[in-house]
């Protein structure tokens, strides 16, 4: 019985672990989106890497740098800009072979972020390696 | 044999630079802005103070315009613009093309009406047919404009160390020193929360306190709104290529970043009564030398490669960034 039961707290703490590991967070990666703003284009893109942290980029200038964690498909997500205390979070909708996504905001106070990202589809660009 | 085959293709592609025939806005613009044909005395040009080797900023506090007429604000970097939504630094324009006429027009920098360098431009007869080719008009205000305009929203500068760091993972592309110096600017240095953005600059004017109303006087956007509020503040400077575009703030009172740094960390020490500061700047920051040294680092860091010999030559690069 004892036994039964160090198994299922093994595997009930393992699982959850293993939920969302390295190989299969589909958020890793390089993401991109294109638009215009005051009649100029512009190219936004986010760097999602393997030790939780991110940075944001338009027109390849890096504008904002954070942390993140994935739960199944709700994102969290901090930055110094807004507040690293304070975690963004968004329900990501991967589509296509997994190399789009879109991002639906649940909770944000951070207007900048939200304006950056909310309903936006960014295009998969290459997998990070770390 | 050889020798001939080189000086005709030298030869051609010197006259394809020369000739209006092939000009764009961009290029149009950068002829325009390298040439004192508009400025009174046709000795100065743009590009006097905003010195291309510089990061397109000057190296004085304030600048020499004609007859020697000095300014009242430090040169700005004409870099980084297609960003920005507020020019000079009391945001009197809000459009690139509108603050490319008013130094022309301005009786300290190049002292020349508009409808005068119009009338230059339109007798001029390189010009005369280069506005032809690229606007299928004569010069006027508008398209002389258009032309400086569009060739400052071709300086745009994002290949720098930091930015081969954090867009392709190479850790050796900034020293450790510059690292501890990014997280620093994040936490600790509180400096996120005013420079933010991909040029490392807000859209909000801020006062950091260099109005006092006695020795700094420049009550900065408050000149343009008139509002009590906005007594002291000016447009936050951006912050790539900031190493090589010394001296610093709208006075040029801040020689090296070293002072820059020192004058965040505790505002009082330097500037004991200032009105209107920010109250973000209200706590001194309690920085250790190691962390000035890092944050400087990170500053540097943020430096295009193509100013990299400018930044050698400064003797930057070659003692602090190999902390």
Redesign the interface.
Same mark, same amino acid.
């Given at each position: 019985m004892k036994k039964i039961l160090c198994l299922s707290i093994f595997v009930s703490v393992l699982l959850p672990v293993t939920a969302f590991t390295i190989d299969d967070n589909p958020l890793l990666g390089k993401w991109e989106h294109s638009g215009k703003s005051q009649g100029?284009p512009f190219n936004l893109m986010a760097?999602f890497?393997a030790n939780g942290t991110y940075?944001g &980029?338009?027109? $390849? $200038?890096? &504008?904002?740098?954070g942390v993140y964690h994935m739960n199944h498909d709700t994102l969290y997500i901090a930055d110094?800009?807004c507040n690293?205390k304070y975690n963004g979070t968004y329900k990501m909708e991967f589509f296509g072979k997994l190399d789009s996504l879109k991002f639906h905001v649940i909770q944000d106070t951070c207007v900048g972020r939200r304006q950056a990202t909310d309903g936006k589809v960014f295009k998969k660009l290459v997998t990070?390696? $770390? | 044999m050889i020798i001939l085959a080189l000086g005709t293709v030298l030869i051609i592609s010197q006259s394809a630079f020369k000739s209006p025939d092939s000009l764009t806005q961009e290029t149009l613009g950068q002829k325009l802005f390298f040439d004192p044909i508009l400025s009174r005395t046709t000795k100065i040009s743009c590009a006097s103070c905003h010195k291309e080797e510089f990061a397109f900023a000057d190296t004085s506090a304030v600048s020499l315009g004609v007859h020697r007429r000095k300014g009242v604000r430090n040169t700005p970097s004409a870099m980084n613009m297609?960003?920005q939504v507020a020019f000079f630094w009391d945001g009197r324009a809000t459009t690139l093309e509108q603050q490319a006429l008013i130094p022309l027009q301005n009786p300290i920098e190049m002292d020349l009406p508009v409808a005068t360098a119009v009338s230059r431009l339109q007798h001029n007869a390189f010009y005369k047919a280069a506005f032809q080719t690229v606007f299928h008009e004569a010069a006027n205000s508008a398209n002389l404009a258009k032309a400086l305009s569009a060739f400052e929203?071709t300086l745009?500068a994002?290949d720098s160390p /930091?930015?081969d760091w954090?867009?392709n993972?190479n850790e050796a592309a900034v020293s450790e020193s510059a690292k501890r110096g /990014?997280a620093i600017f994040?936490?600790k240095g509180h400096c996120?929360?005013c420079h /933010?953005?991909?040029?490392f600059n807000d859209v909000e004017f801020r006062s950091i306190g260099l109005y006092d109303g006695k020795a700094l006087r420049d009550s900065g956007r408050a000149c343009v709104t008139k509002k009590k509020s906005d007594v002291g503040r000016f447009k936050i400077g951006a912050l790539?290529n900031v190493a090589i575009t010394a001296p610093y703030m709208h006075n040029g009172m801040f020689k090296t970043l070293r002072q820059v740094i020192d004058y965040y960390n505790d505002p009082d020490k330097i500037v004991s009564r200032s009105i209107n500061r920010d109250t973000l700047l209200n706590t001194p920051i309690g920085l250790t030398e190691q962390e000035k040294t890092d944050l400087e680092n990170f500053l540097i860091s943020l430096t295009d490669k193509r100013f990299a010999a400018k930044l050698k030559n400064k003797g930057a690069s070659n003692h602090l960034n190999r902390l």
């Open positions: 100029q760097i890497r940075d &980029f338009i027109n $390849k $200038k890096e &504008f904002v740098s110094a800009t690293d990070a390696g $770390k | 297609s960003l929203r745009e994002g /930091f930015d954090r867009l993972d /990014f994040n936490t996120i929360q /933010f953005g991909p040029d790539r």
